[in-house]
C-alpha cells in the first residue's frame, strides 16, 4: 500500500512527485488516467497550441529550460519538457498509465484514502494529493442542437487530426485562448471560416523571437543569464496578470495603460471601423483572461473569415442558425467553449458523503491556502480554490506541494494517521481572501458582461488568489501548522489490498 497516491501526471502531479521524492518520501504511487504525463500539454494538440506566457517562467524553477524554440514555446515542446522531468527525476517507476480515476472514499475507521478505478480496482494510501488540473474538463455549450449535427463536431481540447479541415466549411464557436490560437492556424486552408463571437478577448502584441543562435547560447552557458530572463518575465506576468487585477481598485492604472496599449494594436491591426468595434471588447482589460498574437485580429481581413456576433439560436443538421434567422451551412463544428473551473473529474467523497463538486456547489468554493479542504481529510489539492497564483502556474503548482510536504513531514513526525484542516482556520482564510476579491478588478463595474471564468456560478472569484506572489508564497510557507488537527487511528484496521472494492461510480462530467 502506498503511503501517498497523486492523480495525474500533468506539471503538478509531477512537481508533488519530485517534491516527495526530493523529502526521502519514495512510496507513492501516480494515477495517471492517459497513456503519458504531460497533462494539458498532453491532451491539446490543436492546430497553433502554444504556451499564452513567456516559456521562461513556464517551467520548475529547479529544473530551467534553456532548449525553447521561441520566447512563447508550441505545445510540442512543453510535452517534450514533460517526459523529459518524469525522466530524469525517476517517476516512471511510479506511474501508472491508463488508471482513471472514478471515485475516491476516505475510510474514517483505517485513516485512509480508497481510490476506486474505472476498471473496478481500488488502491489505497494514506494521503491523497488531487492533481487533476484546474482546467481539464471542457466546458460543453448550453446551444440546442449540438447533438443534431450531422457534420464532423470536435473540441480543442480533443482534436482530432484524422479530419483534416483543409476546404471544407469550418465555424468556430468561442473567441478564448484557444480560439485566438486555432483561427489563425487553419484560415487559409479551409475554405469558409465562421467565427462565433460572444464575448471578445483583450490581445497583445506578442513578442515571441526565436531562441537559437547567440541567445540560446547564452542560456545554455551562462546561469545567470537563464536566472535573469525568468525574473524579468515573472515580474512581467505578475504586473500584468496578477497585480493588475488583485489591486485594481488601489492602482487602476496600471489596467488602464494596459487597456491603452491592447486598443492601440487593435487600431493598428484592423482599419475598418465597423470590424474594429466587434473585436473590442465592453469590459476591463483583465476581466477575462487576455492573451498574446501577432495573427489573430489579421485573420479577419481575410475574404473567407466572418466574424458573428449574433447569438446563437441552435444548431441545426446541417449549420448553425442565429437569432436573426441566417442559417450558415458548415461540416466541421469547432467547440473552443472553455472549462469547467476547478472541476473535479470523479466523484470525491469527504467524511460526510458529500462530494467535493457538491459541497462547493451548495456552499461555495472554499479552501485552506488553496490546498486543503475541512471534511476531506488527509487530501491536498493542487491547486484548489484561491491557490492560483503568481506569474505562471508552476507557481502556484510549487506552492501546494510544499505546503502538502511540510503537513505530510509534521504528521509523520507526530505519528498521526489523519490530519484536517479545521473549521476556524479555513473560515479565517477564506474571511481574509473574500475581503481582499471584493476589491479586485472582477467586482468592479468594469467587469459587467465580460462572461469570465474567473467568476462562478456562486458569483465567487475562486480562481486567483487575490494578494501578489510574494504574500503567497511567505503565508505557504509559514502557515501554523496548529491549523491543523492531528489525530492517531483509534485501532488497527487492515488496509484492503489493490484488487476489487466497491465501485462507486464514475463522474457524470465528460473528460
Request: hydrophobic content about 40%; aromatic content about 10%; glycine content about 8%.
Amino acid at each position: 500500500m502506498p503511503e501517498v497516491i497523486i492523480v495525474g501526471a500533468g506539471f503538478s502531479g509531477m512537481a508533488a512527485a519530485i517534491k516527495l521524492k526530493r523529502a526521502g518520501i519514495d512510496d507513492f504511487v501516480i494515477l495517471e488516467r492517459a497513456h503519458e504525463v504531460g497533462g494539458t500539454w498532453r491532451d491539446n494538440t490543436y492546430p497553433g497550441v502554444a504556451v499564452d506566457i513567456p516559456s521562461f517562467t513556464y517551467s520548475y524553477h529547479f529544473e530551467p529550460n534553456s532548449g525553447w524554440s521561441h520566447a512563447f514555446a508550441p505545445g510540442a515542446e512543453l510535452f517534450a519538457y514533460a517526459k523529459h522531468c518524469a525522466q530524469k527525476y525517476g517517476l516512471r517507476p511510479h506511474l501508472r498509465f491508463d488508471s482513471e480515476v472514478a471515485c475516491a472514499r476516505f475510510d474514517e475507521q483505517a485513516h485512509l484514502w480508497r481510490v476506486t478505478l474505472t476498471d473496478g480496482t481500488t488502491v489505497a494510501g494514506r494521503f491523497l494529493i488531487s492533481c487533476h488540473g484546474s482546467l481539464i474538463t471542457p466546458q460543453r455549450p448550453a446551444i440546442p442542437g449540438l447533438d443534431d449535427f450531422a457534420g464532423h463536431t470536435v473540441y480543442t481540447m480533443r482534436w482530432d487530426h484524422d479530419h483534416d479541415p483543409t476546404g471544407r466549411r469550418v465555424a468556430v464557436i468561442g473567441t478564448g485562448a484557444s480560439a485566438l490560437q486555432v483561427i489563425p492556424s487553419i484560415a487559409d486552408r479551409v475554405s469558409v471560416l465562421h467565427v462565433y463571437q460572444r464575448t471578445p478577448i483583450w490581445v497583445l502584441p506578442k513578442v515571441n523571437p526565436r531562441m537559437d543562435g547567440l541567445p540560446r547560447a547564452v542560456l545554455e552557458h551562462v546561469p545567470l543569464a537563464q536566472r535573469s530572463i525568468r525574473w524579468a518575465a515573472s515580474i512581467g506576468s505578475e504586473a500584468l496578470l496578477t497585480l493588475g487585477a488583485v489591486y485594481y481598485r488601489d492602482a487602476p492604472f496600471i489596467v488602464d495603460s494596459i487597456e491603452q496599449l491592447a486598443r492601440a494594436f487593435l487600431r493598428s491591426q484592423v482599419p475598418d471601423p465597423d470590424l474594429r468595434e466587434k473585436l473590442t471588447p465592453a469590459y476591463g482589460f483583465g476581466c477575462k483572461r487576455p492573451s498574446f498574437s501577432n495573427t489573430y485580429y489579421k485573420t479577419f481581413l481575410r475574404d473567407n473569415v466572418e466574424l458573428i456576433t449574433d447569438g446563437i439560436d441552435r444548431v441545426t443538421a446541417r449549420g448553425i442558425r442565429t437569432v436573426d434567422g441566417t442559417e450558415r451551412e458548415i461540416d466541421t463544428l469547432i467547440l473552443a467553449t472553455g472549462f469547467k473551473v476547478f472541476d473535479v473529474p470523479y466523484d470525491l467523497y469527504g467524511t460526510d458523503g458529500v462530494t467535493l463538486n457538491d459541497r462547493w456547489d451548495r456552499d461555495r468554493k472554499s479552501s485552506y491556502e488553496g490546498t486543503t479542504v475541512h471534511g476531506y481529510p488527509n487530501l491536498f489539492l493542487a491547486p484548489g480554490p484561491y491557490g492560483v497564483t503568481g506569474s505562471s502556474l508552476f507557481a502556484s503548482f510549487d506552492l501546494c506541494a510544499d505546503h502538502a510536504l511540510r503537513v505530510i513531514k509534521a504528521a509523520r513526525n507526530r505519528r498521526a494517521t489523519r490530519v484536517e484542516i479545521t473549521a476556524p482556520a479555513q473560515e479565517r482564510f477564506l474571511a481574509f481572501v473574500r475581503a481582499r476579491v471584493g476589491r479586485t478588478m472582477f467586482f468592479s463595474p468594469a467587469c459587467a458582461g465580460s462572461n469570465s471564468y474567473y467568476i462562478d456560478n456562486n458569483g465567487d472569484a475562486a480562481f486567483l488568489r487575490p494578494t501578489a506572489g510574494l504574500h503567497a508564497i511567505w503565508s505557504q510557507k509559514t502557515f501554523d501548522l496548529n491549523d491543523y488537527r492531528f489525530d492517531a487511528a483509534p485501532r488497527r484496521v487492515p488496509a484492503a489490498v489493490e484488487g476489487g472494492g466497491r465501485r462507486c461510480g464514475t463522474s457524470s462530467a465528460p473528460r
